[in-house]
């Protein structure tokens, strides 16, 4: 399962969905082994690829991808993890290449397997032992300095923990032990399952609250699914509104009562009536989230970011004009990048009252940005 996962996230899906959408059917503990390796795969995937040249003397772009992927995840389980024995590994890499009609390479992944130890390993560079782009390293370096850099690196080579908010209203509890955190509402998972709990990170959970909601203000969602965020302001009572562009990613909100609208905020909104309050959790880059999200590091490219930039500004730019006067409007993202934060609120028509950032390695969960603003 976790070899056909990483397969269709080399070619372009993502793990977070595809581990959801095709683990129902395993006992608990084979997909949480299936989920460690495919995530952790993904995340240390700079130093497996440098120990494949290594061991085998041939670069891993070079080789056919079923290859790299087995061979990543062989090398990934005998030296990252504790109870899987080496000769396991070797094998079912081996038997995985097979299964994918590359038998001529079944005693190259032998022989390269067969070498790797858990001895300490002398990177050739920063961007390889802490498994990043070089290029995104050196960005945030320049941003937030070399030491927190690092943070916020390591901190994306482990697992995350995970966050729920608060029972659901048909009173089920959970079937873990929870801690509450300074967010209201927001428990940090201790152990078991969160049965009956919505799963939602404590970053995402930070920004709601910085619309300082009211019972009976309008309020509106202007890129609202999966609907975390539209769902916790509804607890304070408010009528909302939520939009997507997509109908489909809609349709599960559906159960949240509230008025749903497809829309694509890109363009000016079609709404005459100006709301009290007003969330623009603009699509991102995501490099927040390469915990929870490690594939995205190695997709990503800085001349997306300037893509991003220009839509993330046409959602700002549109959801001022239907904001009330004296309003508040939170414009957020999970992005590190000044590109998709300060560079876009620089350009908004509007009075900035707060700027605000979570940051991985310093804070729980996430890296989030939110800059909260006004109209006068």
Same mark, same amino acid.
């Given at each position: 399962?976790?070899?056909?996962?990483?397969?269709?996230?080399?070619?372009?899906?993502?793990?977070?969905?595809?581990?959801?959408?095709?683990?129902? +059917?395993?006992?608990?503990?084979?997909?949480?082994?299936?989920?460690?390796?495919?995530? +952790?795969?993904?995340?240390?995937?700079?130093?497996?690829?440098?120990?494949?040249?290594?061991?085998?003397?041939?670069?891993?772009?070079?080789?056919?991808?079923?290859?790299r992927i087995a061979l990543r995840m062989g090398i990934y389980q005998m030296r990252y993890l504790e #109870?899987?024995?080496?000769?396991?590994?070797?094998?079912?890499?081996?038997?995985?290449?097979?299964?994918?009609?590359?038998?001529?390479?079944?005693?190259?992944?032998?022989?390269?397997?067969?070498?790797?130890?858990?001895?300490?390993?002398?990177?050739?560079?920063?961007?390889?032992?802490?498994?990043?782009?070089?290029?995104?390293?050196?960005?945030?370096?320049?941003?937030?300095?070399?030491?927190?850099?690092?943070?916020?690196?390591?901190?994306?080579?482990?697992?995350?923990?995970?966050?729920?908010? +608060?029972?659901?209203?048909?009173?089920?509890?959970?079937?873990?032990?929870? *801690?509450?955190?300074?967010?209201?509402?927001?428990?940090?998972?201790?152990? +078991?399952?969160?049965?009956?709990?919505?799963?939602?990170?404590?970053?995402?959970?930070?920004?709601?609250?910085?619309?300082?909601?009211?019972?009976?203000? =309008?309020?509106?969602?202007?890129?609202?699914?999966?609907?975390?965020?539209?769902?916790?302001?509804?607890?304070?009572?408010?009528?909302?509104?939520?939009?997507?562009?997509?109908?489909? #990613?809609?349709?599960?909100?559906?159960?949240?009562?509230?008025?749903?609208?497809?829309?694509?905020?890109?363009?000016?909104?079609?709404?005459?009536? #100006?709301?009290?309050?007003?969330?623009?959790?603009?699509?991102?880059?995501?490099?927040? =989230?390469?915990?929870?999200?490690?594939?995205?590091?190695?997709?990503?490219?800085?001349?997306?970011?300037?893509?991003?930039?220009?839509?993330?500004?046409?959602?700002?730019?549109?959801?001022?004009?239907?904001?009330?006067?004296?309003?508040?409007?939170?414009?957020? =993202?999970?992005?590190?990048?000044?590109?998709?934060?300060?560079?876009?609120? *620089?350009?908004?028509?509007?009075?900035?009252?707060?700027?605000?950032?979570?940051?991985?390695?310093?804070?729980?969960?996430?890296?989030?940005?939110?800059?909260?603003?006004?109209?006068?």
């Amino acid at each position: 399962m976790a070899f056909r996962i990483l397969c269709l996230v080399e070619e372009g899906g993502y793990a977070s969905e595809l581990l959801a959408a095709r683990m129902g +059917g395993l006992d608990s503990r084979d997909a949480g082994l299936a989920e460690e390796i495919v995530l +952790g795969s993904l995340r240390l995937q700079g130093q497996l690829d440098f120990l494949i040249g290594r061991f085998s003397g041939r670069e891993a772009a070079r080789l056919d991808a079923e290859v790299r992927i087995a061979l990543r995840m062989g090398i990934y389980q005998m030296r990252y993890l504790e #109870r899987v024995p080496p000769h396991a590994a070797v094998s079912e890499s081996a038997e995985l290449v097979k299964q994918a009609r590359k038998r001529s390479a079944v005693g190259f992944v032998n022989a390269v397997l067969r070498k790797v130890g858990r001895e300490p390993v002398a990177w050739p560079d920063r961007a390889t032992e802490l498994s990043h782009p070089a290029w995104m390293l050196e960005r945030w370096e320049r941003q937030y300095g070399e030491e927190m850099a690092a943070r916020i690196a390591r901190a994306n080579l482990v697992a995350t923990e995970t966050y729920v908010r +608060g029972p659901l209203p048909n009173g089920r509890g959970s079937e873990g032990e929870l *801690e509450a955190t300074d967010v209201p509402g927001c428990y940090r998972l201790l152990d +078991g399952d969160a049965r009956g709990l919505r799963i939602q990170d404590i970053g995402s959970q930070s920004v709601v609250p910085l619309l300082e909601l009211e019972p009976g203000q =309008t309020f509106l969602d202007v890129a609202a699914a999966p609907g975390n965020k539209t769902a916790q302001a509804l607890e304070a009572g408010v009528r909302a509104v939520a939009c997507d562009r997509h109908f489909k #990613r809609l349709t599960p909100m559906r159960a949240l009562g509230c008025d749903l609208v497809v829309l694509d905020g890109a363009q000016p909104l079609p709404f005459r009536a #100006r709301f009290d309050r007003i969330l623009v959790d603009a699509p991102c880059s995501g490099s927040g =989230t390469l915990a929870r999200n490690p594939e995205i590091k190695w997709r990503l490219r800085p001349s997306d970011l300037a893509d991003l930039r220009t839509k993330q500004a046409s959602l700002l730019r549109n959801a001022l004009e239907r904001l009330a006067p004296g309003g508040r409007l939170v414009y957020s =993202t999970c992005s590190l990048e000044r590109e998709e934060n300060e560079g876009v609120v *620089e350009q908004a028509p509007a009075r900035v009252l707060r700027l605000w950032r979570r940051l991985p390695g310093r804070d729980a969960g996430d890296g989030f940005f939110a800059a909260v603003l006004t109209s006068d």
